[in-house]
């Protein structure tokens, strides 16, 4: 199958559900992106902020960037003047970083907290106390150049469904519980980023707004 025909595929697939696709590009060349792009994608998730800065001005400007991997601080003003979403927030210290060169280039930047779910102790993300702490600091309330608008988070690589399941289910808990306490007035904070190509199908069962398939749609990384 073709990159066009698989996101076509899972284009069809979403149709109808609360989600949409979020094409995970990294590793690939622009010639890949255009592909997809040319077969309708247009949120691209890459893991790399110097990777995703030299391929953004390849790509039409109505492409929407988000960056789904580990963020250092002194990365963000590569991504400030065009990313759309950072998916991967996990302290007040990269919030505040972003807030400062998302205003010296006169943007808001989209932020979705990641949380841990998986039960490897490798994978990342804030439990909710952590993104309770955050959300409660009175800095946060100054920030007024980063939008919280949801969650985002890896389940466990594993078969066990009924793990994933449960995984979507804690992280899905964790919007419902920060919309209730914190965004309730919130339209922007919505999104419930979970799923990747080996379970994006229960991700979108549980819940999810924005999945991120790379493998499924280009193959595998190698
Ligand atoms: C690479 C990556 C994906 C996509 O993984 P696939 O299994 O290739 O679909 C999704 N989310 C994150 C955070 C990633 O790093």
Redesign the pocket.
Same mark, same amino acid.
């Given at each position: 199958m073709s990159i066009a025909d698989n996101i076509h595929r899972i284009n069809a697939e979403l149709a109808g559900t609360a989600a949409r696709l979020c094409v %995970?590009t990294?590793t690939h060349s622009v010639e890949l992106l255009e592909e997809a792009y040319a077969a309708g994608a247009r949120v691209f $998730?890459e893991?790399r902020p110097q990777e995703m800065a030299a391929k953004q001005p390849q790509l039409p400007p109505d492409v929407e960037w988000h960056l789904? *991997?580990q963020l250092q601080t002194n990365k963000v003003k590569l991504l400030a003047p065009f990313v759309h979403t950072i998916q991967s927030v996990d302290s007040l210290k990269l919030l505040r970083e972003i807030n400062k060169h998302a205003a010296a280039s006169r943007r808001v930047i989209n932020c979705l907290l990641q949380f841990h779910i998986a039960r490897e102790e490798t994978k990342s993300g804030l439990s909710m106390a952590e993104a309770e702490a955050i959300l409660a600091d009175v800095e946060f309330s100054h920030l007024t150049h980063v939008r919280i608008t949801g969650v985002m988070g %890896?389940a466990t690589f594993t078969p066990d469904e009924g793990q994933l399941r449960e995984e979507f289910q804690q992280l899905r808990g964790y919007f419902e519980r920060l919309k209730s306490a914190h965004f309730a007035e919130s339209e922007a904070f919505c999104d419930i980023s979970m799923g990747? !190509? *080996?379970d994006y199908r229960l991700a979108v069962a549980g819940g999810s707004t924005i999945v @991120? %398939? $790379? !493998?499924?749609i280009f193959g595998s @990384?190698g």
């Open positions: %995970v990294k $998730g893991n789904i *991997g %890896v990747m !190509s *080996g @991120r %398939v $790379g !493998s499924a @990384r």
